[in-house]
Structures are given as C-alpha cells and as structure tokens.
C-alpha cells in the first residue's frame, strides 16, 4: 500500500482553538511582563522605557531612526522616554563616527544592570518553555511567532531549523 501523507488537520484552524490561542498570547504576555513590570514601577519607570532598554541593550550603537523603525512609535514618544533614560543615566548617545549627525545610544554600566534585572526572570521563563517542549516544538513556535510579525520585519528572524540532538548537521 503506498504511504499517503493526508493533508494537515485543519482542527488547529477552528475558531475556539484561534481564541484559545490569542487568550494565551494575552495570559504568556501578562506573566512574561510581570516581574519586570514590578522592578520598573519601583524606579518611576514603564514598558515603553523596557523596550528602549532592551533594544539599545541588544543593538549597542543603534541610531535612533533604527529604534524608531523597531518600535514602531513616533519620534515624540521616543523623545520622552529616551530623555528621562539619559537623565537618569541609563543611556547614553554618542555622535557616529562617519556621520555626526547620528546619535548612537549605549547603555551605561546603569542600564546594562537594569536590561540584566529586567529580563532575568524572563530568560528564565523562556528557557524553561523551550527546555519542556523540545527542538522541534520550539521550532515550530518560533515559525509561528515569525509569522505573526508584520512581513516587513521578518527578516530580522530568519527561518532557521534548530538542531536536534544526535540529528545530522547541515
């Protein structure tokens, strides 16, 4: 008898099950952003400040039209929030070396500390998803959080496979 693969189960497509999966989108994001949520209102601060700190933090030298592209806010925005960062200490900009006119943000040893404090506990959360679920489900995960992100910004995550232990590499 030949092997015929039957088409995907369509069950995953039903509308209860996309609402259970937007409801879980909403419960992992509310936990995901607890603990830091709770370290920065202790220091007068909100997510909008998090995500600047997350992503000069990540991106060392970012110019602020490259933050402005990631977070999708407008310069006013981003103007009050990166403001009070560099008047508490926690950013610094510097002018780019080629062209002066950029301003380059860094963390300062400050805002390294509070990236670190900030996603500590959610590191922590993602390992140990990703250690439960295995290579494969996390692949899959990670495919579809890439295709839930606008198409213009997808290149960030290319669409690698993750090796699985003791599977050939490529």
Avoid: C, W
């Amino acid at each position: 008898m030949a092997d015929i693969k039957s088409p995907a189960n369509p069950l995953f497509l039903r509308e209860e099950e996309l609402r259970q999966g937007i409801e879980m989108l909403f419960f992992a994001y509310r936990d995901f952003t607890g603990e830091p949520d709770a370290i920065l209102s202790e220091i007068g601060l909100g997510r909008a400040h998090h995500r600047v700190v997350y992503f000069v933090g990540r991106h060392p030298g970012i110019t602020v039209s490259e933050l402005l592209a990631i977070l999708k806010i407008t310069k006013q925005s981003l103007s009050r929030v990166l403001s009070h960062l560099l008047t508490e200490g926690y950013v610094i900009q510097r002018p780019g070396e080629q062209d002066r006119r950029k301003r380059l943000l860094h963390l300062t040893a400050k805002g390294i500390e509070l990236e670190q404090s900030l996603t500590a506990n959610q590191r922590k959360r993602i390992a140990v998803a990703y250690r439960a679920a295995g290579a494969e489900a996390v692949q899959g995960f990670r495919r579809v959080l890439r295709d839930i992100i606008d198409i213009e910004d997808r290149s960030r995550f290319p669409d690698e496979t993750i090796q699985l232990p003791g599977s050939p590499k490529r």
